[in-house]
Nanobody, 129 residues
Framework: QVQVAESGGGLVQAGGSLRLSCVVS????????TGWFRQAPGKEREFVAAISWGGDMTYYADSDSVKGRFTISRDNAKNTVYLQMNDLKPEDTAVYYC????????????????????WGQGTQVTVSS
């Protein structure tokens, strides 16, 4: 089993920054990739970013919603994946979830919730205008 726990959320003013952390523990060698998703009230859970186990491949949402502002990275020595969020906007307000994939996930599913098996409880990010 793989356990996932997020931290680092909070309240920040527009234009500010936050760094979310995701500790992945347990049988981490089973987890091919780690992703970040977010869900705002009344909206579907949407993909934000993902990173391969080795950290050599990163993926971001296709839309321009986070490009250039969010950066995903990982420190395998600490079993931790980070999401650095800069120039935050009120529309970034959501619960942010970290998720671990199974042994292998095709690229076509890396950007969708069904590609992930292990989920954290989420951490709230609120951006005030």
């Amino acid at each position: 089993q793989v356990q996932v726990a997020e931290s680092g959320g909070g309240l920040v003013q527009a234009g500010g920054s936050l760094r979310l952390s995701c500790v992945v523990s347990g049988r981490t060698f089973d987890s091919y990739a780690t992703g970040w998703f977010r869900q705002a009230p009344g909206k579907e859970r949407e993909f934000v970013a993902a990173i391969s186990w080795g950290g050599d491949m990163t993926y971001y949402a296709d839309s321009d919603s986070v490009k250039g502002r969010f950066t995903i990275s990982r420190d395998n020595a600490k079993n931790t994946v980070y999401l650095q969020m800069n120039d935050l906007k009120p529309e970034d307000t959501a619960v942010y979830y970290c998720a671990g994939s199974g042994d292998y996930v095709p690229t076509s599913l890396l950007k969708s919730p069904p590609g992930y098996v292990y989920w954290g409880q989420g951490t709230q990010v609120t951006v005030s205008s």
